[in-house]
T-cell receptor, first 110, second 112 residues
């Protein structure tokens, strides 16, 4: 069955450093991926997406990398700020269903 | 532009009762999906509605049902509530199938 998992459940970084959050997926047919940020008590917030015909996409302070060979996705956050502290989920689209991983909790240390 | 809204924000029910949760999709979005998020877990797909028809369903029993209205708002109904139904219920909308989904703030359901 479909499985989307994250390599590390928690991550702590110093303010100003770069953060890297990783995600593995199992379905090679997945063709669309999204990273979400979820703060406590709120719904997931869209960060960035990438389609399977790309291997890199950049946004404002964030970059998503997709390695289809090993079915791995990563989210890089540049110059991490205290406001980046949250749980980050990757989700992949298979058919018309999004499958979410369990999340990585990012804590930014001032 | 109004984002996705959900009501109520919190709800407490007892086992065996029925509950209806509501979602207003973002303007222009005709696809609505519902998710259940247990504490410490990622959202789990319940079902999706596209132009008032169910368009996919996750691994949830039939006592989880839904509706989508002509204005694309949606309801999630859960019958015969169980303790394990306690979770954050999220609604997400997108302008068409396969585009990025935008989530509402969720409804926190507690079943006692």
């Amino acid at each position: 069955g479909e499985s989307v998992g994250l390599h590390l459940p928690t991550l702590s970084v110093q303010e100003g450093d770069n953060s890297i959050i990783n995600c593995a997926y199992s379905n090679s047919a997945s063709d669309y991926f999204i990273w979400y940020k979820q703060e406590s008590g709120k719904g997931p917030q869209f960060i960035i997406d990438i389609r399977s015909n790309m291997d890199k996409r950049q946004g404002q302070r964030v970059t998503v990398l997709l390695n289809k060979t090993v079915k791995h996705l990563s989210l890089q956050i540049a110059a991490t700020q205290p406001g980046d502290s949250a749980v980050y989920f990757c989700a992949d689209l298979t058919g018309n269903q999004f499958y979410f991983g369990t999340g990585t909790s990012l804590t930014v240390i001032p | 532009e109004t984002g996705v809204t959900q009501s109520p924000t919190h709800l407490i029910k007892t086992r065996g009762q029925q509950v209806t949760l509501r979602c207003s999709s973002q303007s222009g979005h005709n696809t609505v999906s519902w998710y259940q998020q247990a504490l410490g877990q990622g959202p789990q797909f319940i079902f999706q509605y596209y132009r008032e028809e169910e368009n996919g369903r996750g691994n949830f029993p039939p006592r989880f049902s839904g509706l989508q209205f002509p204005n694309y708002s949606s309801e999630l109904n859960v019958n015969a509530l169980e303790l394990d139904d306690s979770a954050l219920y999220l609604c997400a909308s997108n302008p068409q199938i396969h585009n990025e989904q935008f989530f509402g703030p969720g409804t926190r359901l507690t079943v006692l």
